[in-house]
Nanobody, 119 residues
Framework: QVELVESGGGLVQAGGSLRLSCAASGRFRRIDDMGWYRQAPGKQRELVATTSSIRSNYADSVKGRFTISRDNILNTVYLQMNSLKPEDTAVYYC??????????????WGEGTLVTVSS
């Protein structure tokens, strides 16, 4: 069983910064991809940023403002969010794709952390 623990959400003024963290724990062979998604009220969940061993990808709306990074020893993914805008307000979810000891791929989601950006 894999558990994801997210932290770092909160209330910030427009133009401010926040850093989200998501730590994975449990029994697994390796972590493949890690990423952040968000869901604003009344909207569908959307990709924010993902990172693998090869590259990182960002939604156009956050390019140049958000940076995703990972610590492979701590099994943690981070999202540094700068120059936040009110439209960044959403619940942010961590997603981890990993391979278990049986060789099976598993996708696990965190419970979400709320980010509110005031104007």
């Amino acid at each position: 069983q894999v558990e994801l623990v997210e932290s770092g959400g909160g209330l910030v003024q427009a133009g401010g910064s926040l850093r989200l963290s998501c730590a994975a724990s449990g029994r697994f062979r390796r972590i493949d991809d890690m990423g952040w998604y968000r869901q604003a009220p009344g909207k569908q969940r959307e990709l924010v940023a993902t990172t693998s061993s090869i590259r990182s990808n960002y939604a156009d709306s956050v390019k140049g403002r958000f940076t995703i990074s990972r610590d492979n020893i701590l099994n943690t993914v981070y999202l540094q969010m700068n120059s936040l805008k009110p439209e960044d307000t959403a619940v942010y979810y961590c997603r981890v794709s990993l391979t278990d000891w049986g060789g099976y791929g598993i996708d696990t989601w965190g419970e979400g952390t709320l980010v509110t950006v005031s104007s």
